[in-house]
């Protein structure tokens, strides 16, 4: 677990929170919020290289920067939708923390 971190250990919680699911209704499907936010770098991307992974390299940890680095030139920026609707979308400050209580407040 520890070479994949986070993602091998939520892995299977999102896995059966799926399964729980499976024979909902499209009516249920819409009550569901859907959020994801992004970062995208504003000192262009000449530096990044292309990385080609097979499946079972998905996620490891010498491929995945956890931090956010002070000087780090780029914005946050973050949506969310449930059904047919559609929030903004919102560039997040510098120094903000983003978590469920924010979101929700920008939801509601």
């Known amino acids: 677990m520890a070479r994949w971190g986070i993602w091998s250990f939520n892995k299977p919680k999102r896995v059966a929170w799926c399964q729980d699911r499976l024979n909902w209704t499209e009516e249920k499907w819409k009550c569901v919020v ?12 000449h530096y990044r290289p292309w990385v080609i992974r097979h499946p079972e390299e998905e996620y490891p940890e010498d491929c995945v920067n956890h931090i956010w680095e002070p000087g780090h030139k780029g914005v946050m920026v973050w949506r969310a939708f449930c059904g047919t609707i559609k929030s903004p979308l919102y560039i997040v400050s510098p120094g903000t923390t983003v978590n469920s209580e924010r979101y929700l407040s920008l939801i509601l």
Do not use: H, L, P, Q
Not at 34 to 45: D, L, M, Q, V, Y
């Open 34 to 45: 859907w959020t994801n936010e992004s970062t995208f770098s504003t000192a262009g991307f």
